[in-house]
């Protein structure tokens, strides 16, 4: 690491200066995520006013299908984007990558905030329109990983849980900021205006929030040395996968359980409340944004608590919880009545999932060597998550159309005792695996 800001492994008392640097460079690494999930949401949130414009064919419903295929489709090319920038991380710096992913990020907005429809450029329309997403999704794909790596390097010893857990304050600080800006176009512009060019302002604003991410990771330190760049399996998924079998398939594990969990309370519990519970829409989005916004607030808490009990230990709470507590929540949400019971079940779920995306990074990024430590932690979140977190609402919303919604429910337990198992492999600590 640069001689401009203390190794993370050191526990001397920072000066004033140098954790003021520290700070900085936490706040760069994770800006990338915020940018990240806003992107995820409004694209999500205004496919209602944009759909028509690249799928003039057929009803709304299918234009909406098609807008969301191509959004499933971005999101399948994370594993490739987990491969591609943990191999940059490790091989050329972790800076390197980072600046790489969210430049990618800022073009993939642009494009599709400067799009032509289909009425003037034809099939091309819908064409670009998924180049751009696959586009996002590897840049996306990468972001995660690199990020995580940075900010367990960065982070002082003894503090790294409640540094780290500030990649998912960034991360639910997108997702508000999504709702936070289709609430405010919504309120000044018509549904006309909307439908006509109001949603591509959205992406303008996903674009510029790059850029400031952009602004901020310039001045970012490299935490990789060269002799770990240098390593003949630097980035290399052969020797990943060779040496560092048994690591990969526990965050594998991890977060198959942890990221279900999280869409599950995050994406999906919207349209359970509206769906499955009898909530009218909007009280429902008030519900979620107020969960949301103190779900965001207990990250630094939970992670500092890490700090004192272990990374073990706050995945074996999570994993626990999720197995024991899912269930009963979920079903207590479709039968009750009261929406202050429903908020206190909702808040409850997300504290127990708090548990895991407090920790997710660092936990992740202690298990592998500094050569393979961006690799690992990108690729193998990357799979688990498009394969558990991405499929999540699918999963859900079939289950319900097939009459059988409270096997997800059973689902997402049995993956919460998963998590849980594997959480019994891990050292006392956490840090890493129990040999």
Not at 1 to 13: A, E, I, Q, V, Y
Not at 93 to 109: A, D, E, H, T, Y
Not at 342 to 356: G, K
Request: net charge positive; charged share 15%.
């Amino acid at each position: 690491m640069s001689d401009t800001l203390d190794s993370g492994n050191k526990t001397r008392p920072e000066t004033p200066v140098a954790s003021k640097k520290r700070i900085w460079a936490i706040v760069g690494a994770s800006s990338g995520n915020l940018v990240e999930w806003f992107d995820f949401y409004v694209y999500s949130f205004f496919s209602l006013y944009f759909a028509h414009v690249f799928f003039p064919r057929g009803d709304s419903t299918t234009q909406l299908l098609q807008t969301a295929g191509i959004f499933a489709a971005g999101f399948l090319m994370r594993p490739c984007g987990g491969w591609l920038f943990g191999y940059i991380a490790d091989k050329h710096g972790r800076k390197n990558s980072m600046l790489i992913s969210v430049c990618m990020m800022c073009f993939g907005s642009l494009v599709i905030a400067c799009l032509p429809g289909y009425a003037s450029i034809g099939v091309a329309a819908p064409v670009s329109l998924l180049l751009a997403r696959m586009f996002q999704g590897l840049s996306v794909g990468g972001e995660y990983g690199t990020s995580a790596t940075y900010m367990s390097e960065v982070a002082l010893e003894g503090r790294k849980g409640f540094y780290a857990s500030f990649q998912y304050v960034t991360l639910i600080g997108g997702q508000l900021l999504a709702v936070l800006t289709v609430v405010i176009l919504q309120q000044i512009l018509s549904e006309e205006a909307l439908r006509s060019w109001g949603w591509r302002i959205p992406f303008f604003l996903g674009a510029l929030l790059a850029v400031v991410a952009l602004w901020l990771r310039r001045s970012l330190n490299e935490t990789s040395e060269k002799r770990s760049r240098e390593h003949r399996d630097a980035g290399n998924i052969f020797g990943l996968l060779r040496n560092h079998t048994r690591a990969f398939l526990m965050v594998l594990g991890f977060t198959a359980g942890g990221s279900l969990s999280f869409y599950t309370f995050t994406t999906y519990m919207q349209k359970y409340l509206v769906n499955s519970a009898g909530i009218d829409a909007k009280t429902a989005s008030g519900l979620m944004t107020a969960a949301l916004f103190v779900f965001m607030l207990i990250q630094p808490l939970i992670g500092a608590l890490s700090d004192k009990i272990g990374r073990r230990g706050s995945m074996l709470i999570f994993g626990a919880g999720a197995a024991i507590c899912t269930v009963p929540i979920l079903t207590l949400i479709q039968t009750t009545d009261s929406l202050w019971f429903t908020f206190s079940l909702t808040m409850l779920a997300l504290l127990i999932t708090s548990f895991y995306t407090a920790i997710s990074g660092i936990l992740k990024a202690e298990m592998f060597p500094p050569e393979v430590r961006a690799l690992g932690v990108g690729l193998s979140y990357a799979v688990a998550n498009a394969l558990f977190g991405g499929s999540a609402e699918y999963v859900a919303l079939l289950m319900k159309k097939l009459g059988m919604e409270s096997s997800f429910f059973w689902y997402v337990s049995a993956m919460g005792a998963v998590a849980f198992l594997v959480s019994l492999m891990l050292h006392k600590r956490g840090k890493g695996i129990r040999l």
